[in-house]
């Protein structure tokens, strides 16, 4: 079985501040993480994912994720956030199931 | 390509009433999804199907039907809407043959249901 843990639901920070969104895994075979992001009135899209390789993925918008497997953790983070990024942000894992597994959703608020 | 789109965007329904949701995807995915979202509650998977033909329930099934008789296709219907169903109806599809859990999905724009 497999399970996400997004232990923020709501996250506020100013413009150009640094964000992390937390998100924690449970699998028992290897992973695939991935962090999706939800515009207001919009369907998810990806934003990165890990595969295997170097822990650390970037996306083309300044995010970046850091896979740590001691500590089941694939936190998002961006060091400087503009009132653009202002969304829901959706950590998910697949592995033996084919089927992927969503967080709860953490919602960045940016304010001016 | 117009990747995955939903029929119709919104819809208001009475307690009682029938509707069946449309969901189409021009990339040949293999696997579609239906999910609900909730305040608080995340996207909690509906139903899914592996391939054309087949259908699989999800976490929360009760109350919803799916058929897949067109591979690009994929429609969730309500025989008898109740206002616990309202919400936001979103479909996914992923994975080309030869595909694994490495693949991401790829969302429609959503259907807002609301049942009076």
């Known amino acids: 079985a497999q399970s996400v843990t997004q232990l923020d639901s709501q996250v506020p920070v100013f413009e150009e501040a640094p964000v992390e969104l937390r998100c924690n895994y449970s699998s028992s075979v290897s992973v695939y993480l991935f962090w999706y992001v939800q515009y207001p009135n919009q369907g998810l899209q990806l934003l990165l994912k890990y595969l295997s390789g170097s822990t650390l993925v970037e996306s083309i918008n300044g995010f970046e994720a850091e896979f740590n497997k001691s500590q089941t953790s694939f936190h998002l983070r961006k060091p400087s956030v503009h009132i653009s990024d202002t969304a829901e942000y959706f950590c998910?894992?697949?592995?033996?199931?084919?089927?992927?597994?969503f967080g709860r959703g953490t919602s960045l608020i940016v304010h001016p | 390509n117009a990747g995955v789109t939903q029929t119709p965007k919104f819809r208001v329904l009475k307690t009682g009433q029938s509707m069946t949701l449309l969901c189409a995807q021009d990339m040949n995915h293999e696997y579609m999804y239906w999910y609900r979202q909730d305040p608080g509650m995340g996207l909690r998977l509906i139903h899914y199907?592996?391939?054309?033909?087949?259908?699989a329930k999800g976490e929360v099934p009760d109350g919803y039907n799916v058929s897949r008789l067109k591979k690009q296709n994929f429609l969730l219907g309500l025989e008898s809407a109740a206002p616990s169903q309202t919400s936001v109806y979103f479909c996914?599809?992923?994975?080309?043959?030869?595909?694994?859990?490495?693949?991401?999905?790829?969302f429609g724009p959503g259907t807002r249901l609301t049942v009076t």
């Open positions: 199907s592996v391939g054309e033909g087949t259908t």
């Open positions: 996914a599809s992923s994975f080309l043959m030869g595909g694994g859990p490495w693949d991401e999905q790829y």
């Open positions: 998910a894992v697949s592995g033996g199931s084919y089927i992927p597994t």
